[in-house]
């Protein structure tokens, strides 16, 4: 089979564009997440260890017999997109070049900052019982014209916004074509199509205290309650959207949660479990969805937890080590890493299947969770030059929560555009 989407042209990118993609709150809140990464590695995993989940989980994406909005066909019958293996395809793999996505914040060419290797970008995921179809990026966007899909979330989810801003801009040619930054939104505009593909920023969905990522402390982190129309103004009137939301929780402390304003000058808050934090912020998002978002008309995604490779003796590897160096991914079917995330899980599985509106699960955390291969690395903009004691041990600044693009994120999109046209 031959590659559906071959890059048009790879002419360099305007200054303005690069100028627009890389605004300077993003790079704080990525060093910044880095280092919460690297601080908080050991206590990523302090709640929810001893939490087994023992039934499947519900899927939660039909509610009734009627089609879902941008339905083709349907999805296989019996088989779990998001339950299957990795597979070598170095012939119809690559969607795109790294180089020929000129859209690619710097945290995440891999290739231009120097990675060796480029295996990484040649693995299709394979569900068991069924395949999963091509991406077709001319259809995605003859199918979003006159419409806005809108990713909201974390930096992860950034990362797939960008993913899909690269799969769709290699049929658009140039000119036709646009990236601005309006503070926390970002814009990609299919000109032809009057298509627009958008990230919003809000890392807990609700109001917090790292919504502005240049004003925060890593111990205050502090989320209001019945906050989340704060943002939620801003994702009004989209047709698409897909949400995520997990890394900022994992503090390894509990949450503080604002009852009042972040103007008060003696602050009312309760300090609650992760989970139950996590909780308040999945309901208040049903709640905004099931208000304003048609279910006729639209459709949502929630995007599960991106697993971390900060600890190389979850998967058996010498100590002290982490994602660095990796370049194969991890064999163990049942790999889930610490059961840190298992909680956090049970607790999207519970609060959608009470869900009254459609909301589309991409289950994407054990099928990246094998890849530890697939991040950054010490391979990405570094912000602060890096001290002798960091060069020599790179380990202690490798960035192993984010994903090299093209890469992981692409898969992700194939997911989500299998779930969008096949429910
Ligand atoms: C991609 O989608 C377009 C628009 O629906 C269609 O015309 C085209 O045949 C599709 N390409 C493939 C390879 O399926
Ligand atoms: C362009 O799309 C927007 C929605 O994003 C819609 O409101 C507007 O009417 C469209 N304009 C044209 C000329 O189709
Ligand atoms: C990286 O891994 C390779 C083999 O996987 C090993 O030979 C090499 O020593 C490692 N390099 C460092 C700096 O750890
Ligand atoms: C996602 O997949 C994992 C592993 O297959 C499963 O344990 C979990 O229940 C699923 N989560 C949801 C919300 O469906």
Redesign the pocket.
């Known amino acids: 089979m031959k590659p ?1 989407i071959k890059a048009s042209s790879s002419s360099s990118p305007s200054s303005a564009l690069r100028k627009a993609s890389v605004s300077p709150y993003l790079f704080v809140s990525l060093a910044f997440l880095l280092f919460v990464a690297v601080l908080y590695g050991e206590n990523l995993c302090m709640f929810g260890q001893q939490l087994q989940l023992s039934r499947p989980l519900s899927r939660t994406e039909k509610k009734d017999d009627e089609a879902l909005p941008f339905a083709i066909g349907e999805a296989a019958e019996g088989c779990d997109i998001f339950r299957g293996r990795w597979v070598r395809d170095k012939s119809t793999r690559l969607h795109y070049e790294e180089s020929q996505c000129p859209y690619i914040q710097p945290q995440l060419t891999c290739q231009a900052h120097g990675r060796p290797d480029k295996e990484y970008q040649f693995w299709r995921w394979q569900p068991h019982g069924c395949s999963l179809p ?1 991406f ?1 990026a ?2 995605m966007l ?1 199918t979003l014209r006159g419409k806005r899909m809108m990713f909201v979330g974390d930096s992860l989810n950034r990362g797939q916004f960008v993913s899909m801003v690269c799969l769709l801009q290699t049929v658009i040619p140039e000119g036709a074509k646009s990236m601005e930054t309006f503070g926390s939104l970002q814009v990609f505009t299919a000109k032809d199509y009057n298509a627009t593909v958008e990230f919003y920023w809000a890392p807990f969905l609700l109001e917090s205290n790292s919504d502005n990522a240049i004003v925060h402390r890593v111990p205050d982190r502090m989320v209001r309650k019945g906050s989340i129309n704060k943002h939620g103004k801003h994702w009004k009137g989209v047709d698409i959207i897909v949400f995520n939301t997990y890394l900022w929780w994992m503090t390894g402390m509990k949450m503080k949660v604002l009852k009042g304003s972040f103007d008060d000058e003696v602050k009312d808050f309760v300090e609650l479990s992760t989970e139950d934090a996590y909780r308040i912020a999945l309901k208040s998002m049903v709640r905004w969805t099931q208000k304003n978002m048609d279910p006729k008309k639209t459709r949502v995604f929630f995007v599960t937890m991106s697993p971390l490779h900060t600890k190389s003796t979850e998967w058996g590897g010498a100590p002290g080590g982490n994602c660095y160096n990796e370049t194969a991914m991890i064999e163990d079917p049942n790999y889930w890493g610490s059961d840190c995330s298992k909680s956090i899980m049970r607790v999207i599985g519970q609060v959608f299947s009470k869900a009254e509106v459609p909301i589309t699960v991409l289950n994407i955390t054990q099928l990246s969770s094998y890849r530890k291969d697939a991040h950054t690395s010490i391979h990405k903009k570094q912000w602060n030059p890096l001290t002798p004691e960091q060069l020599a041990n790179p380990v202690s600044y490798a960035d192993c929560v984010h994903w090299c693009l093209p890469g992981l994120h692409d898969t992700w999109n194939e997911l989500l555009f299998t779930r969008l046209f096949y429910p």
């Open positions: 559906l091509s077709n001319t259809l003859e």
